[in-house]
């Protein structure tokens, strides 16, 4: 059986308090008022250009959501397979963690270089 992460959007309060818990506070969701508009229609299908306007007004909603950084944390964390997340595809998600581990092993690389470069001089 795959695992497939919940979106915040179908989450309880109490499973919300449990990812998101934050300095006391769980900041809501926008998306749990109109949770389809994020993760799609249940009992139709959506044409191509339905699902890219629904997908639009959810980008706009999260765009002003007050917990868009926890929920873009943890879809990078779940590496979702559908939906919006924080204003993001799974797509866009797994562009974005790509991009990330290249630049943080160009990163490391880098400061290897540069350390490998000093360790052989000396410091007047």
Known sequence: ???????????????????????????????????ELH?????TIETSAERAAREAVAREVCATCPARLLCDLYAVKVRPTSGIWAGRTPAEIDAYVQ??????????????????????????
């Open 39 to 43: 993760t799609g229609p249940r009992f």
């Open 99 to 124: 991009i990330t581990e290249l630049y943080e092993g160009m990163r490391s690389r880098a400061a290897e270089v540069e350390w490998s470069a000093c360790s052989g001089s000396e410091v007047a």
């Open 1 to 35: 059986m795959t695992y497939r992460p919940a979106h915040p959007s179908g989450m309880s309060l109490a499973e919300l308090e449990a990812v998101w818990h934050v300095d006391g506070e769980t900041p809501p969701p926008e998306c749990t008022y109109d949770p």
